[in-house]
């Protein structure tokens, strides 16, 4: 049976309270449109697009745009004034990750379906963690002579992405191209194949492909032409007045990036301001409004040099901007760097829509834009204002079952792993468990006594496809993968981390995300350009409902998804 400590009951009554007409009352993939406000009554029939348009950014919060709207002048402010805009979009499920994000918008499935349910799982059978584009059977390559290692793809993503779905059912003329710092984002977007698909590689500094993905000429000639090393000696400074920025100028408990001081500016100049690139450079880079930039200007070379949008059938391009996420982790929500990274960002992506209403046409293309999770407080942050905060330790926790099962004489150790909420236990042990009802009693009451911890569910019960009136335990059941979820999910409570999203330790800085609570839940979701009817909608959808949207306005199938079509916000069109 499913745990819960005591002390989280009446939290929880509360947060099932507020939350549970928009997360629970029917789940908001099978719900029927409800009412809209502010839509255009603009409904002459387009064509079908010639380019769609994938933007993700990587730890954008739903309610940032509320707060730092009045600021934008460029793209972030046109999607907003010229696109639908879905105010209450949020994942459904407890691994809010960039993995699982990524495929859950690009295949229109949850992780229970798409089988990415983290970032990286306990493999059972080679006893060791692997990430989720980990590839034995392939060799990563790089760009301009760079040098990189190992071998990622989209093998382990279990259902096809909406971008390969485009191509086999439109044909060859398709081309399919993302970009983004991280392989999870990049290869998920992507799918198992593509013409293009680039991310970086922070340890050398080089833009990287592998089989299936490239090499590309066009990124191959850009990257020769504009280094990353070409940003070295620049500084990240403020973009508005100072009186502009909310919160305070040094963020509570936030983190630092080696190199840099506690507040802006920030010179990209490496460790103490070295005379060439190193590591800290390329970790200073990727913390900086100018790795978007270098995005922005890879998708436009896309379109240039592929002549996207022209070919005569639907082109794909995918773009994760993956800046954010560093700069949230070490500075968290309310700061500074993370209002400016989104200043910046809003030119360049106004700036991306500009070229392509130039090259492709305004009307030709159509954008979707989301996130693949929020983020939390940071706890300091949480604890200075007088809530219940902190930073659960792992390595603590796992002391804490050993000992608990240790008079059971079940061996050492019992648990294989503790990645993030997922507890893998060493082979043989969770069957024992689960017919010895004294080891599991004690096992579970030790896990509920350790500070932080609010609920602990067992796999058999998130396997079971009982539905209950627990928000969390139906969060983590569309997270639950069999073969790669824990034998138990532990939840810590609310405005809590791991750990293992903290930097590693009780006293770490900086924040993170991966729970079921709204603040990694809620993300923005914004469709703008060709069938799209302008407007704000109010009721609840998912990142899944993305994926069949875009099915609708291409004229492409899935082939299952758990997501549904948005056609509130879609204008009749011709169908050529």
Not at 287 to 306: I, M, R
Request: charged share 20%; with cysteine.
């Amino acid at each position: 049976m499913m745990r819960v400590k005591k002390s989280a009951l009446g939290f929880r009554l509360l947060w099932s309270a507020t939350v549970a007409a928009i997360l629970f009352a029917a789940p908001a993939w099978a719900q029927a449109p409800q009412a809209k406000t502010r839509v255009s009554k603009n409904t002459t029939a387009p064509k079908r697009p010639k380019l769609v348009v994938v933007i993700v950014v990587d730890q954008m919060r739903g309610d940032y745009v509320d707060k730092f709207r009045g600021q934008w002048s460029g793209g972030l402010k046109r999607l907003v004034e010229e696109g639908a805009w879905f105010r209450q979009a949020a994942y459904p499920y407890a691994s809010t990750e960039t993995c699982a994000g990524h495929a859950t918008i690009s295949t229109g499935a949850f992780p229970a379906s798409h089988g990415m349910v983290t970032n990286a799982w306990w493999d059972r059978d080679q006893l060791k963690m692997v990430t989720c584009t980990s590839d034995p059977n392939v060799t990563n390559t790089a760009y301009a002579g760079g040098s990189t290692k190992g071998g990622d793809s989209a093998w382990r993503m279990l259902l096809p992405s909406y971008a390969e779905e485009l191509k086999f059912q439109s044909g060859s003329g398709t081309r399919v191209v993302t970009f983004s710092l991280k392989a999870r984002a990049a290869l998920t977007m992507a799918g198992h194949k593509a013409d293009a698909a680039t991310w970086f590689d922070t340890g050398t500094g080089a833009w990287v492909t592998s089989a299936n993905y490239g090499p590309a000429p066009f990124v191959e000639d850009y990257v020769k032409k504009h280094p990353v090393t070409e940003d070295y000696g620049k500084t990240w400074a403020l973009s508005l007045p100072k009186g502009q920025y909310l919160y305070d100028e040094n963020a509570v408990g936030a983190g630092t990036v080696k190199g840099w001081g506690a507040t802006f500016p920030f010179a990209l100049r490496g460790k103490e301001g070295g005379r060439a690139p190193d590591d800290a450079y390329y970790e200073q880079w990727i913390t900086s409004p100018f790795a978007d930039t270098y995005l922005t200007k890879l998708a436009e070379a896309a379109v240039d040099s592929l002549g996207m949008g022209k070919s005569g059938a639907v082109d794909y391009l995918g773009v994760s901007y993956s800046s954010t996420d560093h700069v949230g982790h070490t500075f968290g929500p309310r700061s500074w760097e993370i209002q400016d990274m989104l200043v910046r960002l809003d030119k360049d992506l106004g700036e991306l829509f500009t070229h392509l209403d130039q090259k492709v046409g305004r009307l030709n293309y159509v954008v979707a834009f989301s996130a693949d999770h929020g983020v939390a407080p940071i706890p300091a942050d949480m604890q200075k204002m007088g809530f219940d905060s902190g930073v659960l330790s792992l390595p603590e926790l796992q002391a804490r079952l050993e000992d608990a099962l240790a008079p059971f004489n079940f061996g050492k150790p019992a648990i294989a792993k503790i990645a993030g909420n997922q507890v893998y236990f060493s082979p043989g042990i969770y069957p024992q468990l689960r017919r010895d009802p004294a080891a599991m009693k004690a096992l579970l009451d030790a896990a509920l006594t350790m500070p932080g911890v609010a609920e602990v569910f067992r796999a058999e019960e998130l396997g079971s496809a009982l539905r209950t009136l627990s928000l969390t335990r139906t969060a983590a059941e569309l997270s639950y993968f069999a073969a790669r979820s824990g034998d138990l999910y532990l939840l810590q409570q609310p405005y809590w981390l791991t750990d293992g999203s903290a930097g590693g330790s009780k006293k770490a800085t900086g924040t993170g995300h991966g729970t079921p609570y709204y603040y990694d839940q809620r993300v923005p979701i914004l469709f703008m350009g060709s069938g799209i009817r302008p407007g704000e909608y109010f009721e609840p959808v998912t990142p899944a409902d993305i994926a069949p949207t875009l099915g609708a306005l291409t004229g492409v199938t899935l082939a299952t998804h758990d997501g549904h079509v948005l056609s509130e916000a879609l204008v009749n069109r011709s169908p050529k």
